[in-house]
């Protein structure tokens, strides 16, 4: 029908529940460019007029979550079919199809902070900004436990969001010079590097309850097997790559009893597969 609702208004309705205090909102109503809109805590939501079924996706997609309240951390690993997320050279644009690239943005929209591991930042050097849909840019985090971060990352002097750098807490400076909207911050470092729940409550702390860990496959390895992810969403391309960096790496588990079987939402996402994880603070057998 040539008047239903756009992806663009289900976009403006994401972000608007994205602000409202769940905390004490059972329900939400609101209008975006003059129609209203009914939001329930935990993503049901009610609209009189006709909504065209990709904007029905993205509401059903990003309400359960947003419409929420308490602390949320999500993890996103855009990967080939055989379970890659960069080549042995740390190649990774692109894996994923613009449509997949979009719902990245998406995420860091919707979130208060986005975390990177230092080999993320070395080997692309990323601006973990929104820029394919509006909305806000997140606080960049890099977890950097030795201080081995490249000085000159573009994240450290664009200035296009704040920025803190985890470093170990005995770590020496690491000369960032010029380096605008940066704070640093060290954190205790343990056998394990630094535990993830102690990240994400130091950024709870901070006025970030919403987290999105973007990668690389290490680090989101490591907040998977502590049981610090709500969510995972795997992007998965129709990709052979056959070597490389490999997504998740988890403790070897003898039997597939062990495995990690949570409950699973699947959506299209152009040429893309996107796996919408349910983990609940989930933690591997061998955590
Ligand atoms: N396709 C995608 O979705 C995607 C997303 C992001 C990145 N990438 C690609 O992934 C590659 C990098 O990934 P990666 O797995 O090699 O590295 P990574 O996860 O980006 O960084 C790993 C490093 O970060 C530090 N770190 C992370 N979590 C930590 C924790 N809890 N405690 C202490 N230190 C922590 C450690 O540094 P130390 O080694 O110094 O201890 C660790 O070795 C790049 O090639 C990038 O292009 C792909």
């Known amino acids: 029908m040539a008047d239903e609702l756009v992806p663009d208004w289900g976009w403006a309705c994401i972000l608007q529940a994205r602000d409202a205090g769940w905390a004490d909102a059972g329900a939400i109503s609101f209008t975006v460019d003059g129609v209203a809109i009914e939001i329930r805590a935990g993503g049901r939501w009610r609209c009189e007029?006709?909504?065209?079924?990709?904007?029905?996706?993205?509401?059903?997609?990003?309400?359960?979550?947003?419409?929420?309240?308490?602390?949320?951390?999500?993890?996103?690993l855009g990967q080939s079919l055989d379970g890659r997320i960069a080549t042995?050279?740390?190649?990774?644009?692109?894996?994923?199809?613009?449509?997949?690239?979009?719902?990245?943005?998406?995420l860091r929209a919707l979130v208060d902070a986005v975390v990177v591991g230092?080999?993320?930042?070395?080997?692309?050097?990323?601006?973990?900004?929104?820029?394919?849909?509006?909305?806000r840019s997140p606080?960049?985090?890099?977890?950097d436990p030795r201080g081995r971060v490249r000085a000159d990352a573009k994240l450290f002097h664009d200035g296009a969001?704040?920025?803190?750098?985890?470093?170990?807490?005995?770590?020496?400076p690491v000369c960032t010079a010029g380096a605008e909207r940066v704070v640093r911050?060290?954190?205790?470092?343990?056998?394990?590097?630094?535990?993830?729940?102690?990240?994400?409550?130091?950024?709870?702390?901070?006025?970030?309850?919403?987290?999105?860990?973007?990668?690389?496959?290490?680090?989101?390895s490591r907040f998977l097997r502590a049981g610090a992810l709500d969510r995972l969403h795997l992007l998965v391309a129709p990709l052979l790559i056959g070597s490389g960096r490999p997504g998740?790496?988890?403790?070897?588990?003898?039997?597939?009893?062990?495995?990690l079987r949570p409950p699973c939402r699947h959506f299209r996402c152009g040429s893309d597969s996107l796996f919408d994880l349910e983990l609940g603070g989930l933690?591997?057998?061998?955590?």
């Open 88 to 106: 042995e050279s740390g190649a990774s644009h692109y894996i994923n199809c613009l449509e997949a690239r979009t719902h990245l943005h998406r």
């Open 49 to 76: 007029r006709a909504v065209r079924a990709d904007t029905v996706e993205l509401l059903d997609l990003f309400l359960p979550w947003v419409a929420a309240p308490g602390r949320l951390a999500i993890a996103q």
């Open 185 to 220: 911050v060290g954190l205790p470092v343990g056998a394990d590097g630094f535990e993830p729940d102690v990240v994400l409550e130091w950024l709870a702390q901070s006025g970030c309850r919403r987290v999105l860990v973007e990668g690389g496959g290490l680090t989101v």
């Open 118 to 135: 230092v080999g993320t930042v070395n080997a692309d050097d990323p601006q973990l900004t929104v820029r394919h849909v509006s909305g």
């Open 248 to 259: 998740l790496v988890l403790p070897a588990v003898d039997t597939l009893d062990e495995a």
């Open 139 to 143: 606080v960049r985090v890099v977890l």
């Open 283 to 287: 933690a591997t057998a061998q955590a």
């Open 161 to 172: 969001a704040p920025t803190m750098h985890v470093v170990g807490e005995h770590v020496a």
